[in-house]
């Protein structure tokens, strides 16, 4: 490839989907320079949210935003809630009593579609429903676990997602995947799952807003990205909440972003060319702006410092490209720190 700048991660994007915890916000704080950068891109096109949290509704996700800055209607929110009534719709008969482990968020789709909440086994459930909230307990698990005996042959059981952890603003915490966890090894089965990275969540955003081009940003590569390539869509990995440099480096081949950016300005910054060349001797040079990345034999170095982000850019595109698995390759630490 040649060298300079190729257009910036918005050039040419309709409609920008971006998810909440880890990108928007931390807990009940915004990211820095996270609403600006929305805010900006919003003045010349849709912006719309998938989140994978299943504990508030879209109107107090979308109230949590406003307060914020950034002017949003609950109709901007794509939930797991929301892709996990789809998926019961089809599984269940109209009316069925559904055994609901979450909260408000959940409880409101599931009711908002016809169906009849429990809480107790004990009801016969039709299904069984998991979503995350705060206040879910082991007698909430332990109710899922009752209803779901029976193997492969038992009621559908639905999670709205599978994250293993969370972002708050002390640090992170166990997320939605924990609790699934704890009821799978209590019945030796697992669950449908609605929400990212299953791609019905962002076929369901892209036909909500019309999308033609759309970028989604994402902090996590497991669900985010993951979710992202398998639904075709181009996406931004922001390194504001799970997933830092040494995630990145050693990414799957299904769960590389097409960007990589420190905080969300870098949306309408024009984004810089990786230049990979190999020399007669066979040494390989990765240069993204100022910073260069020696490949020789297994060993990956900085030949030159630039900045933080066009460092963290090199080297992943040092390790994708060098046709080998990255436990394979010495990888200076200085690459990925």
Not at 32 to 60: C, D, F, K, M, W
Not at 69 to 88: E, K, Y
Not at 244 to 272: C, E, H, N
């Amino acid at each position: 490839m040649t060298g300079g700048v190729a257009p910036a991660p918005l050039d040419g994007v309709d409609v920008v989907l971006a998810d909440l915890d880890g990108v928007v916000y931390a807990g009940e704080n915004a990211i820095p320079h996270a609403v600006e950068s929305l805010v900006a891109a919003g003045e010349t096109r849709r912006v719309g949210y998938i989140t994978n949290n299943a504990s508030r509704t879209p109107q107090s996700v979308a109230a949590q935003l406003q307060s914020f800055g950034l002017p949003t209607v609950p109709d901007d929110i794509v939930s797991s809630p929301q892709a996990a009534v789809r998926l019961l719709v089809d599984l269940v008969p109209a009316g069925s009593t559904i055994l609901v482990v979450g909260g408000e968020g959940l409880v409101v789709e599931v009711e908002g579609a016809g169906f009849r909440v429990t809480r107790s086994a004990r009801d016969a459930p039709a299904a069984v429903v998991q979503g995350f909230a705060p206040q879910v307990a082991w007698t909430d698990l332990a109710e899922a676990a009752f209803a779901l005996q029976g193997g492969e042959s038992g009621i559908p059981w639905v999670a709205t997602n599978t994250d293993w952890t969370l972002p708050q603003a002390r640090g992170t915490a166990p997320g939605n995947g924990t609790l699934v966890s704890a009821v799978h090894t209590a019945v030796g089965r697992l669950p449908i799952v609605a929400g990212k990275p299953e791609r019905a969540i962002f076929d369901a955003a892209v036909s909500r807003f019309g999308a033609r081009n759309p970028l989604f940003i994402g902090d996590r590569l497991d669900t985010d990205i993951v979710g992202a390539v398998r639904a075709g869509i181009a996406s931004v990995l922001v390194l504001t909440g799970i997933d830092g440099p040494k995630q990145l480096l050693a990414a799957a081949a299904d769960s590389r972003p097409s960007f990589i950016l420190d905080d969300l300005r870098g949306l309408a910054t024009p984004y810089p060319r990786v230049v990979d060349e190999t020399d007669a001797a066979g040494d390989r040079r990765i240069r993204v702006g100022d910073v260069v990345v020696l490949h020789r034999g297994s060993a990956l170095r900085l030949e030159r410092a630039g900045s933080d982000i066009d460092r963290i850019r090199a080297a992943a595109a040092a390790v994708w490209g060098a046709g080998v698995p990255i436990y394979a390759l010495d990888v200076a630490p200085e690459l990925y720190s």
